[in-house]
Structure formats: structure tokens, C-alpha cells
């Protein structure tokens, strides 16, 4: 065999030894080359290839620092953020997992001399939040992705409009207090002396505000004639009248504003809706084929909600866990008679009883089984509102 045949033994050694990574004292950044050991370095560095590169770089040894230096950031951040997102980790952990990529851009050829000098500058230009422990420096990435900012920023403004809701209900059942309080005039009790007139007469009391009215009326009897007795008993049963119908209709404003805010918590209820709404313990069915026939359309059961929008899911068939997002997943209608959660809306988080499917509209028909509202039906809940309890 030749010295250069591909099978030889001399090649699938030199294959073996220039597997993996080599010692960096060995490893020319410009030429992006790696020696083996102390002699082929020495080699490398006395080639005519080497000693272009070396007359480049003389021209504007600045320009291919600053290149090489914007690589590293790049790669490292990029590193950072697809391991381990927006988690506290301790920075040699994330330097170790990139030099073992063989390809990577070395330290020695960046501007930073040090990674504690790269993880403080990383600080000062808000990359990344670090702090020094006595265990070493750790790094947390920033994440100012658009679709990341926009996602929080949405957050922010559906919770400031939750808070806008609660104001306007205080502010609504204050002015309906103040609405009712300004029809009735405070009554001041006014305090009389208790005197007798003789002494050995008994002092007696009637609260009976009609027997004192008849006992007044029977009085003037004999003197107004039976004419005159109609006449009063007619007013007297006019005052009354007009009395009950006053009180009445004070019944009825109080319950029409009762009502008014009952209407309005349901209908705060029914339009308070969430872009998320993975709920644990709930059975869903992947619609993604990125996974493969394996998984399309197979059911499982949500373990566990990681920031709002995914889910860690347990299948039914294999047992094996996914981390998924929810827009990969949709939900489960079970039979009717069997247990659903709601889960967006007004009564989100409730259990109930799926009593009837509507197939033409989507929807379904269920009885809230938990919680304060327990009994209640509740029609025409969409699909994608409900899902099987595991």
C-alpha cells in the first residue's frame, strides 16, 4: 500500500489522533489549523501558507481582532441562550460546553484575555446580568428577542387591564351606594323628659303604630259622626298604602342595581379571556409532525405548566415525557357524562360535567361540578375552551 492510501495503517492513526480536541498551544487561529505536537506546529509556522496570513493580518491586526472577538461573543451568547435561556449558571460551565466544539474561535485570539475579563465585559454592555460569588463568577442571559419583549409586553398590558376592570367596578358600586344614599334623609332621633302628671298613675307604652291609630279614630267617634270616621279610616289606609308602594319601590331600586352588577361581573366573566390556557392534569393530543408518526395524533396527560405557554406531557401509549408548546397541542372532548376542565374564560380552572356536544357549532354543553358555581349550566362553550380531565 501507499503512503497516502486512505486505508493505510499511518492514515487511520492520523485520523484517530486528530479526533477530538488538541492542545491550544498547538493551534494557529489564522491559519485555523491544529498540530498534533511541538514539531508540526514549528512546521506550520516556517510554511508559505502561514506567512501570507501573517502578512495580512501585520496590515490591520486590529480588523481581525475585533473579527475573531464578535465570532466568540456571538457563538458564546448564542450558546447561553439555546442551553440554558434565561437560568443563573456559572460561567465555566457554559465556557467548557463551547470548547468542546472543535471548530470554536479561541480566547487567545479575542480581545479578552480572560474569561473573567469577557464575563465583566458582558456586564458593562447589559448583555448579560453577573454577579461574583465565592464559588466564581455566573452569568444570566437577557433576552430582548422581539417576539420575547412583545409576548411580556402583552402580558403587561392584559394585566393592566384586568386592574382597569377592578377600578371600574369599585368605582361603579360606589356611585350606586352614593345613588341610593342620596334618596334617604338621616333621621335624627330627638329625646324628650319623661314626666307624670300624677303620680300614682302607671306609665304605659304602645309600639303598635296602627292600634294607636284606631284607638285615635275610635276617640272621635261619637264627636265627627260615622261620616267623618270613614273619612279618616280612608286616610289613614291611603298613608299606609303609599307607605308599602314607597317602600316597594325602594326594594326594586335596590335590586335593579343588585342586578346591574351581577350583569356586569358576568359579562366581565364571560370576555375575560387568555391567549395561554394549559391546565395540569388535562388530557391533550399533538398535532405537531415534527415528531414523527410516533407521537402525531397520539393523547397525553399534562404533567407539568412551565411559563404559561408550555407544558410537559406524559404519553398515554409509551409513558415517554415531551416538552411541547401549546400551539403543538389541542384539546381533548371527552363523552358525554364524563369530568372536562375549563379552561379559558369566565369560568376557567372549573370542573364540570359534559352533558351535550353540539357538533354543528363547535360546541358543547357542561355543569359546573367545583368551586362557588357548582350547578350551574353553562351552553355553547367552544371546543377548544374545554378538555378531558386525566
Known sequence: MGKSDFLSPKAIANRIK???????????????KQCRDENGF???CMSESHQRQLLLASENPQQFMDYFSEEFRNDFLELLRRRFGTKRVHNNIVYNEYISHREHIHMNATQWETLTDFTKWLGRE?????????????????????ETIRRQQE????????LDDEEKTAKFIEQQVRRGLEGKELEQPVYTELNRENEEEKVAFNLNKGASTSIAASSKTSVLGPNALKMVEGAVKRKESSAHSSGQSKEKKKKSALDEIMELEEEKKRTSRRDYWLQP??????????????????????????DKYTAVVKMIDSGDK????????????????KKVMVLNGGYRGNEGILESINEKKFSATITIDSGPLKGRRVEDIQYEDI???A
Open 18 to 32: 486528530s479526533k477530538g480536541l488538541q492542545k491550544l498551544r498547538w493551534y494557529c487561529q489564522m491559519c485555523q
Open 42 to 44: 514549528k512546521c506550520h
Open 126 to 146: 447589559g448583555l448579560c446580568k453577573v454577579d461574583e460569588t465565592p464559588k466564581g463568577w455566573y452569568i444570566q442571559y437577557i433576552d430582548r428577542d422581539p
Open 155 to 162: 402580558q403587561e398590558r392584559k394585566k393592566k387591564q384586568d
Open 281 to 306: 392534569e388535562i388530557v391533550v393530543k399533538i398535532v405537531t409532525k415534527k415528531l414523527g408518526e410516533k407521537y402525531h395524533k397520539k393523547k397525553g396527560v399534562v404533567k407539568e405548566v412551565i
Open 322 to 337: 415531551l416538552k411541547l408548546d401549546q400551539t403543538h397541542l389541542e384539546t381533548v372532548i371527552p363523552a358525554p357524562g
Open 387 to 389: 378538555s378531558k380531565l
